[in-house]
């Protein structure tokens, strides 16, 4: 099993910047390989963000954000953190992180108005 907890949410003005952090813990944590941000949006689905290998670094973006955040890790503390820059309204949703496969945090609220 893995547990994963988000922080860093907050209220900001469109330009600005928020950090977002995931923590895992667990039995099963270090049989995860890739994790990742996936945000939603009021009446909207969820949306993939942004994702991470734990081997190598990869990575990938939406290109709704691409250039504007960054996905990172820390794997001797089992952390993935999401630097997001140039925020715009629309990007205002509950961020969640995700583990693969099949773990999910409890979100985040980033607002941006």
């Known amino acids: 099993h893995v547990q994963l907890v988000e922080s860093g949410g907050g209220s900001v003005q469109p330009g600005g910047s928020l950090r977002l952090s995931c923590v895992a813990s667990g039995n099963a944590v270090n049989r995860v390989n890739c994790m990742g941000w996936f945000r939603q949006a009021p009446g909207k689905g969820r949306e993939w963000v942004a994702h991470?290998?734990?081997?190598?670094?990869?990575?990938a973006y939406s290109d709704s954000v691409k250039g504007r955040f960054t996905i990172s890790q820390d794997t001797a503390k089992n952390t993935v953190s999401l630097q997001m820059t140039s925020l715009k309204p629309e990007d205002t949703a509950l961020y969640y992180c995700?583990?693969?496969?099949?773990?999910w945090g409890q979100g985040t609220q980033v607002t941006v108005s």
């Open positions: 991470i290998y734990r081997l190598g670094d990869i990575t």
């Open positions: 995700a583990a693969v496969s099949g773990y």
